[in-house]
């Protein structure tokens, strides 16, 4: 989930006079979209090992006092004349909060040094078989150091210790490891996110997480002192590179091939410091806010008796289960709900269309065919798995992390990345400030509730669209798949805004330009009544609108043409790939997304409904679930979820305690 960026030379006369700065901070600068939460540098030249890293995003790394310490220390080694590594490392922080030095990367241990990106998704068993090396860091990368030391003790040759090391991490991985007593590098990915390309000399090779963050740099030298290769080169899943760096030229050589301990992996004689660079002004981590006890929440947004009996106690439907609560809900003499009367089944087109439709786009090469946005939830996860698996596509999976995609989701990811060998792309959002967007629009929406602006706190994760057009442009595909569940229309949404969409046979993020200029009118009325909503947020909420209602859709709708069968997928994602599920409920909708829980608590609470009543209705209009079934399944899908109410309260900044009780006393709708 991280950028990883650097280059190799044994001339490195070739970047003096500043241009391995300019290299470098390039790099770094274009490999911050997939994470800005820290930055980190190491050098790795004559003798010394320096480390550099610090929260926050490169240009603040950069125009620290510490870089010039870091720089002054390349350069003076550079001018020797002897090889030089310089590699870097963007982070967008999972698990170890970034504010501590020793949870960012690079991370230095002893000799060694490592670049990680991915999740170690069998963390746990290998915390309890690897000894660790004495340091502090909560990050899983810290394992690949510390399980290559543990080889070494044990007698291991080098190249053997680190590919030994890299064939036990589960998931999508790609790492980078050098040593201060070694000259070589290890270069090694999973599923195919890191790429190559070398310079037309032999003498200097760059890497990057992205083939475009590669290609956007390299075009800056191609008429100075190093030209390098037209297209870079991508490592393939499951492979690694051997990068030897002591002669003339690079020496690069297939890992998992070599003989153990070959000439330039052996240990140096020559003793090489090591200094690891920290800024001092730097404050340590420290809560956002003070949480309550998890068991206190879980009593306090427990659906009391007599609201439940009055939510049991709605008109519903007597096809579907929607109740009277719903917007522009009208029953008929037989009790059918105006919803079901204008619905139209589902019809799947088939696995034969599929193939017909894509064949065209279809690559011949072996090259990428198509884009596929992945969550890590159930339903993108299980187009990817059929995409590769069933149709025989190279796809690459692209996530858009604006802070609200959970740890589970990101394990999931990685889980199926790793296991299918897809390459997998990055874009994260500054999550610090989409947090806090979300934070003021909590708080805004807490001082002046409406059911119809719930939505301003998923707005920040519309750009997903955006970013899924421009990576389609920029990796000249034809093709982006969309694995949108067909059954999770939920209208309701809109229509808390006062639009009746029950008619549309469009998309789900479609609307007619009269409807979306009525969405626009509702919520320009809404922030005219209440002046907290103006805040910095506002621009990022018209971008949301664009990128969800303007900018052009061009996608490949996968559950079109597949049917979308719950226990299918579930049973697949399960039991062929691990797929990790929640611990606070018995569904697997919708536990990758972080807002999920907190805004169905909101509906549920004050309409006596939630996105949960919508897909089991347009289940039963498709019969593949029975009403008896649909009333059982959604009364315990509304169960409040106390420990992902807490983690998003948490998360974004607010107290859960104070924000469940704003709730509780909202007017409900029944």
Not at 554 to 579: A, M, R
């Amino acid at each position: 989930m991280c950028g990883l960026f650097g280059y190799i030379t044994c001339k490195p006369a070739l970047l003096q006079a500043s241009n391995w700065i300019r290299l470098i901070r390039d790099l770094a600068f274009v490999s911050e979209s997939r994470g800005k939460d820290a930055t980190g540098l190491m050098a790795l030249t004559n003798d010394s090992l320096v480390v550099l890293k610090r929260p926050g995003p490169a240009k603040q790394l950069f125009s620290d006092s510490s870089f010039d310490t870091f720089s002054s220390t390349v350069e003076k080694n550079l001018s020797v004349g002897l090889p030089c590594v310089v590699m870097g490392h963007t982070r967008m922080a999972t698990n170890g909060n970034e504010m501590s030095h020793e949870n960012n990367q690079p991370v230095s241990i002893k000799a060694l040094c490592c670049l990680h990106n991915g999740i170690i998704v069998n963390e746990r068993i290998l915390r309890g078989s690897v000894v660790r090396q004495g340091h502090h860091s909560e990050l899983d990368s810290a394992l690949i150091p510390d399980s290559v030391l543990d080889a070494l003790k044990k007698g291991m040759g080098y190249t053997d210790a680190v590919e030994s090391t890299l064939r036990q991490i589960q998931g999508a991985n790609t790492v980078i490891l050098g040593a201060a007593d070694r000259d070589c590098l290890a270069l090694y990915s999973a599923n195919g996110s890191l790429y190559t390309t070398l310079s037309r000399d032999g003498s200097t090779l760059i890497f990057a997480s992205e083939k475009h963050f590669i290609q956007k740099v390299t075009k800056k030298y191609r008429y100075a002192t190093l030209s390098f290769e037209e297209e870079p080169g991508q490592i393939a899943a499951c492979t690694g590179v051997w990068v030897f760096f002591h002669t003339d030229k690079l020496d690069c050589s297939p890992m998992f091939a070599l003989a153990p301990e070959k000439d330039g992996a052996g240990k140096r004689t020559v003793k090489r410091v090591i200094m690891d660079i920290q800024d001092t002004t730097i404050p340590t981590a420290s809560p956002a806010v003070i949480t309550s006890e998890y068991a206190s929440l879980e009593k306090l947004c427990a659906i009391p008796d007599e609201n439940q009996q009055r939510i049991d106690g709605l008109r519903r439907c007597t096809r579907c289960i929607l109740p009277e609560t719903f917007p522009f809900i009208e029953f008929d003499e037989q009790g059918v709900c105006s919803y079901c009367r204008s619905y139209q089944p589902l019809t799947f087109l088939g696995k034969h269309a599929l193939e017909k439709k894509i064949a065209p786009l279809r690559s011949v090469n072996g090259s990428t065919d198509c884009l596929l946005p992945l969550s890590g939830g159930r339903d993108s996860s299980y187009s990817l798995h059929y995409v590769v698996r069933e149709l025989g596509l190279k796809p690459v999976a692209y996530t858009y992390d604006w802070g609200m995609v959970t740890d589970l989701a990101r394990r999931n990811i990685s889980r199926m990345c790793g296991e299918l060998g897809v390459e997998h792309v990055l874009v994260a959002a500054n999550i610090a400030r989409k947090r806090a967007n979300i934070r003021k629009n909590v708080t805004a929406w807490l001082h002046k509730p409406h059911l119809g602006a719930v939505t301003l706190f998923m707005a920040g994760d519309k750009q997903y669209f955006y970013y899924s057009w421009l990576l389609q442009k920029q990796m000249n595909l034809g093709l982006t798949f969309l694995g949108d569940n067909p059954f999770e229309r939920t209208d309701f949404k809109v229509g808390f805004c006062g639009i009746d969409n029950k008619r549309s046979k469009d998309a789900y993020f479609t609307l007619s330009l009269r409807k979306k200029i009525r969405l626009l009118a509702f919520f320009s009325k809404q922030l005219g009544g209440n002046p907290l909503y103006w805040n910095d947020s506002l621009l990022d909420s018209l971008s949301a609108f664009a990128s969800y209602y303007i900018l052009p859709q061009n996608f490949l709708s996968f559950y079109k043409y597949i049917p979308w069968d719950e226990n299918v997928i579930n049973h697949t994602l399960q039991n062929k790939y691990g797929w990790e599920t929640a611990s606070d409920t018995k569904t697997t909708w919708r536990i990758g997304d972080g807002t999920a829980a907190f805004y169905n608590y909101i509906y549920y609470r004050t309409s006596g409904f939630s996105e949960n009543d919508t897909f089991r209705s347009n289940q039963i209009r498709n019969g593949v679930m029975n009403r008896e079934q649909a009333l059982t399944t959604v009364r315990e899908d509304n169960t409040p979820r106390a420990a992902s109410l807490q983690w998003y309260c948490d998360t974004i900044g607010i107290d859960p305690v104070a924000t469940i009780l704003r709730i509780n006393k909202m007017q409900t709708y029944y």
